[in-house]
């Protein structure tokens, strides 16, 4: 499994835009990029999936250089409810076993 | 679909006893998941099962613990006996099709203490 390094605490306030880069220099091939988000007192929750260039969804932005030894996740115009942890993962097809690591703690203040 | 339940929320006991944790992954997920959360180590892969079959159990901390799934809607961890350093929260997530391109749905975890 790829190692992944992501800071660990980041502070914003509300109506910005919170970018997490994580940092997976050893991706393989067949890797793609995951993130997950934890609110206090509950499960990871899935965000985004992506394996190059840039995917969207309703949360977040997904960015991903050519060489795709990182990855920026995008929350537009945060919330106090989008205080929460967030975890990088890189994984393929057939691993099983997700590396959560210790994930970003972003903090939004009003 | 309700999503992924776990029960109870909160557990206390005494170390010693038997704790029994509880899931039921969500409908057609051939995939189950059972994770242990806490500060020191944070999220960490006990045991995972698929179509109810235990595939890899090399997370399991050492033989006080034990899970099984008897049936596709079911799936138990317990921990016999307890100790004071199992107090953590554990999580249990289903998934389709498994692997690390497939969503995990995880439920709202069990905050297990052991005085």
């Known amino acids: 499994l790829a190692k992944t390094t992501q800071p660990i605490s980041m502070d914003s306030y509300e109506g910005q835009e919170v970018n997490i880069t994580c940092s997976h220099n050893n991706i393989a091939t067949n890797d793609y990029i995951t993130w997950y988000q934890q609110f206090p007192s509950q499960g990871p929750r899935f965000i985004i999936q992506g394996y190059k260039t840039k995917v969207t969804n309703e949360v977040a932005s997904l960015f991903i250089p050519a060489d795709r030894k990182s990855s920026t996740l995008s929350l537009p115009r945060v919330s106090l409810s989008d205080t929460a942890v967030y975890y990088c993962l890189v994984g393929r097809f057939n691993d099983y076993k997700l590396s959560f690591g210790a994930g970003t703690t972003v903090t939004v203040r009003a | 679909d309700a999503g992924v339940i776990q029960s109870p929320r909160h557990e206390v006991t005494e170390m010693g006893q038997e704790v029994t944790l509880r899931c039921k992954p969500i409908?057609?997920?051939?995939?189950l998941f059972w994770y242990r959360q806490t500060m020191m180590r944070g999220l960490e892969l006990l045991i995972y099962f698929n179509n109810n079959v235990p595939i890899d159990d090399s997370g399991m901390p050492e033989d006080r613990f034990s899970a099984k799934m008897p049936n596709a809607s079911f799936s138990t961890l317990k921990i016999q006996p307890s100790e004071p350093r199992d107090s953590a929260v554990y999580f249990c997530?289903?998934?389709?099709?498994?692997?690390?391109?497939?969503?995990?749905?995880f439920g709202a975890g069990t905050r297990l203490s052991v005085l």
């Open positions: 409908s057609g997920h051939d995939y």
């Open positions: 997530a289903s998934s389709h099709r498994g692997g690390g391109l497939d969503i995990q749905y």
